[in-house]
């Protein structure tokens, strides 16, 4: 999805960046050392240390999300512990880490009635039921779905919002970490589609509400005369 902006710019609503590390990168460790640390993306530096693929994406670790899954919107501290061995075992195992990030155009993002530009706050229920039906897509295309398990982080930025995933297989079904470009583009097509459908399904209520309103006054002003 493009927009336009004041200077004719045309500027994605989603953007997509993915990388894959290995077992042995330094990366993947240290997000096992963090992902059962709740404290942990309020230290000093410790969100690079939870994303640090994504150094360059990172703004404030207290406009940061907790930690989510397909399952479950806010780990509890045994589900905490439950992933984090999910990531030990993968990486005993040479698991790759799939990394991506889905960022937002935020005024994009408000468009579609899922962004308040005024407090700064995004709708992240919807957002994590997105990135679970987008998830679902690419584990489904990779095979990846019987395999495979996730974690996601929701990152506030007045410029852009973000998603981060992790990736990993706790019993790996394969060593190379690139994925078709099709599953990649099924992933972006599939995050789009579910925001500019609830968009679409929020105008035919507003429409709906505005319609039963102006009916309601003319049948008001009827009984008036």
Known sequence: MLEKTNSSTVVPGVVLKTKFITASHKAFQEYVDYVDREEAKRELGAHEKL???????????????????????????????????????AQ?????????????????????????????????????QITRQSMNKMLEREKL?????????????????????????????????KRKPKTLDVMKSTVVNQIM?????????????????????KQDSSFAW
Request: hydrophobic residues 30%.
């Open 197 to 217: 459908d609830r968009g679409e399904n929020q105008n035919r209520i507003n429409h709906l509400i505005r319609k039963e309103m102006v009916s309601q006054k």
């Open 51 to 89: 994303f640090s693929l994504y150094q360059d994406y990172m703004d404030n670790p207290d406009k940061t999300s907790s930690l989510f899954t397909q399952h479950s919107d806010r780990l509890t501290g045994e589900q905490k512990e439950e992933l984090k061995k999910g990531f030990e075992e």
């Open 145 to 177: 779905d019987g395999s495979a398990i996730w974690s996601a982080a929701i990152h506030h930025n007045t410029e852009n919002i973000h998603i981060h995933i992790a990736t990993v297989e706790p019993d790996p079904t394969r060593s190379r970490g």
């Open 92 to 128: 005993r195992n040479n698991s790759i880490m799939w990394q991506d990030v889905i960022t937002f155009h935020n005024p994009w993002l408000e468009e579609q009635g899922l962004y308040d530009s005024r407090t700064h706050t995004v709708d992240e229920k919807k957002l994590m």
